[in-house]
């Protein structure tokens, strides 16, 4: 087949080049024309090079036609070939990942593993976007190579579930947030809501600044900072388990359309371990 291809090949550019000449002959002619009288005779000489080579022509539309034929052959072929690459990417991928007790499922160009969705894109090299989430934040970028994506995901989850939650403590963290919210006059009541709620956006802040080490309060510059991103909070929520602290007891009022628009007024809590969430805008504890 690859040999059929190559005389194709080569016979098309011989019958391009075939038709550049005859370009270069009429534009020859259209020169000539503008002294028909003097240059009649190199005009008729010319005349008869241009059906010399227009005759070598003859087959052109049967090679257009050939070329057509091999863009069907050839789209068929790769399009199979795609097939055949990622399901040895989603099978290699799914091997890589078992171990860990971590499973693949969905269709490309999107799949999904627990709480992580992976973005496949097969243009230019390849690429996979893995997002916390129905794509709710993007995390990493990786080209498209099952041990290297193996290698990120497990490496984001181990992130995400390193170090194991504390449940009082993080509950109590939550609840020293909720308060310092007050007193920095951003809670209030909901609409419909009997008890002060505080933004939620406002008790992130907090607790990633309870979350920081003496080091850091002693002098708050950058390399004594630890981060507390919106995704680790949003998981550390999911994985919560005791909803009281004391007497209080915790509950997350769903965001409304208007809210989950905008990050700084919702965040997106997923439900552990199948990866679907709910947008949430405030916290109260009641």
Not at 21 to 45: T, Y
Not at 146 to 169: C, F, G, M, R, T
């Amino acid at each position: 087949m690859s040999f059929e291809l190559s005389e194709t090949i080569k016979t098309i550019l011989k019958a391009a080049n075939n038709l550049k000449n005859v370009g270069n002959i009429l534009r020859e002619c259209e020169k000539l024309r503008s002294d028909l009288n003097r240059n009649a005779f190199v005009m008729e000489a010319r005349v008869d090079k241009l059906d010399n080579t227009i005759s070598k022509l003859k087959g052109l539309q049967e090679l257009i036609a050939t070329a057509g034929q091999w863009r069907e052959r050839l789209l068929t072929e790769a399009r199979q070939a795609q097939e055949r690459f990622k399901n040895s990417i989603a099978a290699e991928l799914a091997e890589l990942l078992k171990p860990h007790g971590l499973e693949i499922i969905g269709n490309f160009p999107e799949l999904t593993c627990g709480i992580l969705t992976l973005l496949f894109s097969f243009e230019k090299g390849g690429s996979v976007k893995i997002y916390y989430g129905p794509k709710i934040s993007l995390l990493k970028k990786v080209s498209v190579e099952a041990a290297k994506i193996a290698e990120a995901v497990i490496s984001l989850v181990k992130e995400l579930n390193d170090p194991s939650l504390d449940d009082e403590q993080f509950i109590k963290e939550l609840y020293m947030a909720y308060t310092r919210a007050f007193v920095r006059e951003e809670g209030r009541k909901n609409e419909g809501e009997q008890l002060p709620a505080a933004p939620i956006g406002v008790v992130m802040q907090e607790i990633a600044f309870l979350k920081q080490k003496r080091s850091f309060r002693i002098d708050p510059k950058k390399e004594n900072f630890t981060s507390y991103g919106r995704v680790k909070f949003s998981y550390d929520l999911a994985r919560l388990k005791t909803r009281r602290c004391g007497k209080k007891e915790l509950r997350l009022v769903i965001a409304s359309m208007e809210q989950t628009k905008k990050e700084e007024t919702s965040l997106w809590v997923p439900k552990i371990p199948q990866g679907d969430g709910t947008h949430y805008a405030f916290v109260v504890f009641g």
